[in-house]
RNA sequence: CGGGGUGUGGCGCAGUUGGUAGCGCGCGGCGUUUGGGACGCUGAGGUCGGAGGUUCGAGUCCUCUCACCCCGACCA
């Protein structure tokens, strides 16, 4: 490709609202442009990476037996309504109607069709199992987009779907994924762990996310350095303490003026936080009332909450809605609350005697005790863990990093193919709803976590698997002297005909403009011919990694080329690797 | 949805107490240059996000509105 004839320019600054490095880099370098909010044309740049990308995950999807389909971006709502999706999923779905006046929804994800096409098209056990993927756009509305491609309203993922007869079958096809991925992630240069997560709006029983550790990534991953204990921080755990062992005393009311705080109480009273019980208040989606206590060492995990609580969502509760269930905003306790669903942390379960709220202005109550003085209707985990915690494992310290969700498996189980009827006869003639599994990977979210990954100050430094050109070739030196331009268009015709990818700047530019735009572009490796190197019939050849370059005939170029290459790729490939 | 911020030429920005819009980069032409974002001359390009209002006069003041960005809520 010549550089005179390419569509999208690359810009010496970027736009100066935007942030993340990726978005940055990808603007600057004509790889994206953004139409609307969380909404972004590729450029050619931007296309030939996320196709790259596309490509890995295509061929480890067929290495383990997936069959690539397309399946459509709007949807008739009836079959999101036998999910039960319809009524269930917020605004993120976008729906409208069609001329008809008939409902219509665009596609967040696919679950729905292929358990329609499931239905269809499976009737016996001897067609299973089955793993069909497609690659395909999807819009969410989300609530807030933001930071380039790593969140954005419209976007393309390849998601796919598994169907077994029974949880062995899905349990292979989770761990073929999970290998699947790994080798994606591996082939693509990215940094990643596997973690534990929460199913959240897709129902089911188990579900892993990979994760690419980045400074700005919108997760938190805690992380056991010494056993590998890993969980996205919505469902980590972390080693309890005993259940401390010391007498019950008896309640006894304290005053406590402008106490509204924990660390205001503790101070007041000279107290370890430890011997506190915080009340947090949340209105579930259901419309009951959460009294959520805690120790006061500790902060709720609101996903754990959530699911302890059995509702879908949660939201902070009114003061208006604390008074009318008998408790005080800032002073509040689980003793004689009425009209909430009292969920406590094992941390209170376990530690006598602490100070509550009095449910009353300026006062607290010492040595409360769950089970003694109130009865919480659950008891369970609902602690959020922190770097520094015990590992639930192992014990040692965990670290918490940052991170980038860039692919995710789950077991969905029957949910979808019992509500729309996706069955199979089995030997017997006795029919069964199949049980699925879905995979996500986005391909556009990878393409902008690798530049997170790969840059330094002058530009995007691209994996060689997935950069938008092997090479970017350039001349430079005077329009009048031609001998740089014939000698660059010599190797130009050379290594495209040896196969490589070349990104050829003939553009009539300084040499500034054109080692600056190669640096930022991020191709892996450079040729430029010059007068200096043609004196001695050679080319520069320069890794964008690497600081120093080396100089080689010019008859020597291609071969030359091919062997950095060759490396670059067994880098990322080989199995054996760094 | 809450909080904060920004909208002035393609990009980055300036614009005083309200007085008829400017700078850098980029873009076209000519010339000189040519190994890390050159220089000179010249030229094109803006209903100052939109609507309404105050005023003799609004980029500037007031009201409403739209868009985008950041933080949070939210989120396969």
């Known amino acids: 490709m010549r550089m005179s004839h390419l569509f999208g320019r690359t810009l010496r600054e970027a736009p100066g609202d935007v942030e993340l490095p990726s978005h940055r880099l990808m603007l600057r370098a004509a790889l994206i442009r953004p139409l609307g909010a969380g909404i972004y044309s590729l450029l050619p740049l931007g296309w030939r990476v996320v196709r790259k990308v596309e490509q890995i995950i295509r061929e480890e999807m067929n290495a383990i037996g997936g069959q690539e389909m397309l399946m459509p971006v ?7 309504r036998e999910s039960g999706r319809y009524e269930s999923v917020g605004p993120e779905m976008s729906r409208f109607k069609d001329r008809g006046e008939r409902d219509m929804v665009l596609a967040m994800t696919h679950e729905e069709v292929v358990t329609d096409l499931a239905r269809q098209e499976i009737n016996s056990y001897r067609q299973l199992p089955m793993l069909v993927y497609h690659i395909q756009t999807k819009w969410r509305d989300e609530p807030r987009s933001r930071g ?53 709006m897709m129902g089911g029983s188990a579900s892993h996310e990979f994760m690419a550790l980045s ?13 590998g204990y890993a969980d996205n921080r919505e469902v980590a755990t972390f080693r309890r303490e005993a259940p401390a062992n010391e007498p019950l005393l008896p309640m006894e009311d304290v005053e406590t003026p402008n ?40 902060e709720v995990n609101e996903t754990k909450l959530r699911k302890a609580a059995r509702e879908t969502g949660l939201t902070p509760a009114t003061t208006e809605e604390i008074r009318a269930i008998g408790a005080e905003p800032g002073y509040g306790s689980p003793v004689g609350v009425r009209d909430a669903l009292v969920v406590i942390d094992e941390s209170v379960r376990d530690t006598p005697n602490l100070v509550a709220g009095a449910n009353r202005p300026g006062w607290h109550t010492r040595n409360t ?24 494992t192992c014990g040692e310290p965990m670290i918490a990093e940052r991170a980038i969700e860039v692919g995710n498996i789950f077991k969905l189980g029957t949910r979808y193919s019992k509500a729309l009827g996706a069955d199979y006869l089995d030997e017997e003639g006795q ?33 060689v698997t997935v950069a938008p050109y092997e090479v970017s070739l350039l001349w430079i030196g005077s329009a009048e002297d ?23 700047d003939d553009r009539n530019e300084r040499a500034g403009v054109k080692f600056n735009d190669a640096d930022l572009i991020g191709n892996p490796i450079r040729v430029s011919v010059s007068p200096r190197t043609l004196e001695r019939g050679e080319a520069e050849i320069k890794l964008r990694s690497a600081a120093e370059a080396q100089f080689v005939p010019l008859s020597e170029v291609v071969p030359a080329v091919r062997v950095m290459l060759d490396e670059l790729y067994a880098r990322l490939t080989g199995e054996a690797a760094d």
């Open 259 to 298: 106490a509204t705080t924990i660390q205001a109480l503790a101070d007041y009273l000279q107290i370890p936080l430890a011997k506190t019980a915080k009340a947090v208040f949340f209105k579930g989606d259901s419309g009951r009332f959460v009294f959520a206590v805690i120790r006061g060492d500790l």
């Open 369 to 392: 005790n769950a089970g003694r003085d109130y009865q919480p209707d659950v008891v369970a985990d609902i602690a959020a863990a922190e770097a520094g915690f015990p590992c639930p």
């Open 431 to 463: 029919s069964h709803p199949i049980v699925m599994g879905s995979y996500g990977i986005g391909s556009g979210r990878v393409s902008a976590t690798i530049v997170e990954q790969h840059h330094d100050e002058r530009g995007i430094v691209w994996p």
């Open 148 to 200: 380039g491609l790593i969140r954005v309203r419209e976007f393309t993922m390849k998601d796919s779907y598994s169907l077994d007869r029974d949880e062995a079958g899905l349990d292979v096809q989770y761990h073929n994924h999970w290998r699947a991925y790994e080798r994606i992630f591996r082939r693509v240069g990215l940094d990643f762990v596997v973690v534990g997560a929460d199913t959240g």
């Open 74 to 80: 709007v949807h008739p709502a009836d079959i999101w």
């Open 215 to 227: 400074p700005y990534g919108e997760d938190i991953v805690l992380i056991c350095p010494s056993c």
């Open 482 to 504: 031609t001998a740089p331009q014939e000698a660059a268009d010599r190797l130009y015709h050379e290594l495209e005909e040896a196969g490589i990818e070349v990104l050829y």
